[in-house]
C-alpha cells in the first residue's frame, strides 16, 4: 500500500489498496453498528433503573435522532477541513465513549443530555463513514455501499445478542458498557488507521458551519425518507401490530422484529451483487415492489402467518434504499460529504418521525390504516427511483467516468500524491 512517509494513510491507486480501504470502512460500520446494538439491548434496564413510564422513556429515545438531525451537517465542515480518516477516527471514537453515557444517567434529564450526545456522535460519525464508502466504491468503480450497511446491520445483531446474553447472566449494564465501549474504541484505531483519508479538492469552497441540504440532494433524500419511515415503522411497531391486530402472543410477536432485522441485514449483504446486476435505479424499483408487496400483506393479515412474512418483505425492499441513496450523493459535487450530510439529514428525520405519525394514525383510526400509509411511502420508491441514477456511476458531478474505476473528489498530502504520480498515475482504474 503507497503511504505518506508523514502520516501514513493509504492510497487507493491499485486495485490491493482499494480493497483493503474497503474492507477497513466495512470494519468501522461494523463497529458502528456495535455500539448501537450493545446500547438497545439495554434499555429495558435503563427504564427500570430510572423507573420511567413509557411515555419518558419514549421522550429520552427522541433524543438520539434529535442530536443526529443537529450534528450532522456539521460532518461535511469536518471532513473539508481534516479529512476523512481524521474524522472518522476521531468521532467513532467519541461515539464508542458515548455508549457508556446513558446507564450512568441518574435521573430522566441527564438520561436526555447524553443520548442527545451520543445521537450527535452517531450521526456525524455515520456521514463521515458514508463518504469514505463513497469514495472507495468510485475507486472499485462497482457497488458496495449496500454491503457496507449490512455490515453495520450484523455488527448491531450480534452487539444486541451479546447484550442478551449480559442481561440474561444479570451482568451489571454499567460494567457491560464500559467494557464495550473500551474494547470498541481500542478496536477503532487499527481500523481507521487503515483507511483512505478521502479529502474534498483543496481549491473548493470550505462548507458552511452549518449547512441545510442542497437542493440536488433534495429528491435523493425524499426517497431515502420513505425507505427509513418504512424501516421505523416496522422496527417500532412490528410486535404491537402482530399482538393486537392479530392476535399474536408476545414471544410470536417478537419474530416480527427479528424477520425483518435477518432480511434487511441479509438482504444489505448480498445487495450489492443485485445492483451491480441490473443497476441501482431497477433495485431501488424492484425494492419498491417487494416492500410494498410486504406492505400489503401486513395490512390483510389476520393471522400472525401472514404478518411475519409481511414484515420480512418489508426489510428486504428497504435494505437497499438508504445505501444507494449515499452512493447517489456522493457523486453531487466536489464535497461528497456535505452531500451526503443533507441526504443523511432528511432521511434520518424520517425515522424520528416514523413512529410518532404511526403512533398518531393509530390512536385516531387503527395500526392497519397506519401501515396502509407504510405500503404508500413503499410504493413511492417505484416512483421515485430514478433520483438515484447517479448511484449507478460517473463523476461527482454526473458527467461519464473515463474508466469503470475512474477515481473521485479524494486529495491526499502532497508527499502521497507525488508517490502516486510516479506509481500507477491517479487516472488509473482501482478496480
Known amino acids: 500500500m503507497t503511504t505518506s512517509p ?19 470502512v466495512a470494519l468501522a460500520f461494523g463497529v458502528h453498528g456495535a455500539v448501537s446494538g450493545t446500547f438497545v439491548s439495554r434499555i429495558p434496564w435503563i427504564q427500570h433503573h430510572l423507573d420511567l413510564s413509557p411515555g419518558q422513556l419514549g421522550l429520552a429515545l427522541v433524543m438520539p435522532a434529535i442530536g443526529s438531525s443537529l450534528a450532522m451537517p456539521l460532518a461535511g465542515r469536518f471532513v473539508h477541513r481534516w479529512g476523512g480518516r481524521a474524522v472518522v477516527r476521531a468521532l467513532l471514537s467519541l461515539f464508542c ?27 456525524m460519525a455515520d456521514v463521515a463513514m458514508n463518504a469514505q464508502g463513497v469514495e472507495v466504491e468510485q475507486r472499485l468503480g462497482r457497488s458496495i455501499m449496500s454491503g457496507l450497511h449490512g ?58 458551519r452549518f449547512a441545510l441540504p442542497p437542493r440536488s440532494s433534495l429528491a435523493i433524500g425524499l426517497v431515502g425518507f420513505c425507505g427509513v419511515f418504512a424501516e421505523g415503522a416496522s422496527i417500532d411497531w412490528s410486535g404491537v401490530y402482530l399482538r ?24 444489505r449483504l448480498v445487495g450489492d451483487a443485485v445492483i451491480r446486476r441490473v443497476g441501482a435505479v431497477r433495485a431501488a424499483r424492484l425494492s ?59 432521511t434520518y428525520t424520517s425515522g424520528l418521525v416514523a413512529p410518532a405519525i404511526v403512533g398518531g394514525l393509530a390512536q385516531a383510526s387503527s395500526l392497519t390504516v397506519s ?55 491517479p487516472n488509473s482504474p482501482a478496480g
Open 6 to 24: 508523514t502520516t501514513g494513510p493509504p492510497l487507493l491507486d491499485t486495485p490491493g489498496a482499494a480493497r483493503r480501504a474497503r474492507v477497513a
Open 97 to 123: 465513549l458515548t455508549l457508556a453515557l446513558p446507564v450512568l444517567a441518574p435521573s430522566l434529564p441527564v438520561l436526555c443530555f447524553a443520548l442527545l450526545a451520543y445521537g450527535a456522535m452517531a450521526g
Open 151 to 208: 455490515m453495520w446491520s450484523m455488527g448491531g445483531l450480534v452487539a444486541a445478542g451479546i447484550g442478551i446474553l449480559a442481561a440474561h447472566q444479570s451482568l451489571d449494564p454499567r460494567l457491560q458498557l464500559a467494557v464495550a465501549a473500551l474494547l470498541l474504541l481500542a478496536l477503532t484505531q487499527p481500523v481507521c488507521a487503515a483507511q483512505p483519508d478521502v479529502r474534498a479538492p483543496q481549491q473548493g469552497e470550505e462548507p458552511p
Open 244 to 267: 393486537d391486530v392479530t392476535g399474536a402472543s408476545p414471544t410470536v410477536a417478537a419474530a416480527a422484529y427479528t424477520a425483518f432485522s435477518l432480511t434487511m441485514a441479509v438482504s
Open 288 to 346: 419498491g415492489v417487494v416492500a410494498t408487496a410486504g406492505g400489503l400483506l401486513v395490512v390483510v393479515a389476520n393471522r400472525p402467518a401472514l404478518a411475519i412474512p409481511g414484515f420480512a418483505l418489508i426489510g428486504i425492499g428497504v435494505a437497499v434504499v438508504v445505501p444507494l441513496a449515499f452512493a447517489a450523493a456522493g457523486r453531487i459535487g466536489d464535497n461528497p460529504s456535505q452531500a451526503i450530510a443533507g441526504v443523511a439529514t432528511v
Open 371 to 425: 401501515f396502509g400509509v407504510v405500503t404508500a411511502l413503499s410504493f413511492a420508491l417505484l416512483l421515485g427511483a430514478g433520483a438515484l441514477r447517479r448511484a449507478e456511476g460517473g463523476a461527482p458531478d454526473g458527467s461519464a467516468q473515463s474508466g469503470p474505476g475512474a477515481p473521485g473528489p479524494v486529495v491526499v498530502e502532497p508527499a502521497a500524491r507525488e508517490k502516486a504520480v510516479r506509481g500507477s498515475g
